[in-house]
Nanobody
Framework: QVQLVESGGGMVQAGGSLSLSCVASGIIFSVNNMGWYRQTPGKQRELVAIMTTGGSITYADSEKGRCTISRDNDKKTVLLQMNSLKPEDTAVYYC????????????WGQGTQVTVSS
């Protein structure tokens, strides 16, 4: 059974920084993408940043210049460093993993709350 375990959420003041981490465990067929999404009440889950095994990165436009994603393929971990946080970054952040099967299997963490106060 595949599990994604997140850590690092919390409360921070606007302008501050937080780092999120996620570790995947279990038998995973050829990990492809690992990354982060976020969701606020009443809204769809949206991409924050995602990184392929080969190192290709996609950031949400709102996060460019403020976030850095990194991963360790051997350890199946993905990190998200968030700087210059804004109140609108407040959300539940979910770790995401997809494998290379067709169609790809997708896995989600349980979510970690990030709250940015003004």
């Amino acid at each position: 059974q595949v599990q994604l375990v997140e850590s690092g959420g919390g409360m921070v003041q606007a302008g501050g920084s937080l780092s999120l981490s996620c570790v995947a465990s279990g038998i995973i067929f050829s990990v492809n993408n690992m990354g982060w999404y976020r969701q606020t009440p009443g809204k769809q889950r949206e991409l924050v940043a995602i990184m392929t095994t080969g190192g290709s990165i996609t950031y949400a436009d709102s996060e460019k210049g403020r976030c850095t994603i990194s991963r360790d393929n051997d350890k199946k971990t993905v990190l998200l460093q968030m700087n210059s946080l804004k109140p609108e970054d407040t959300a539940v952040y979910y770790c995401h993993l997809s494998d290379s099967s067709f169609p790809p299997r997708m896995y989600w963490g349980q979510g970690t709350q990030v709250t940015v106060s003004s």
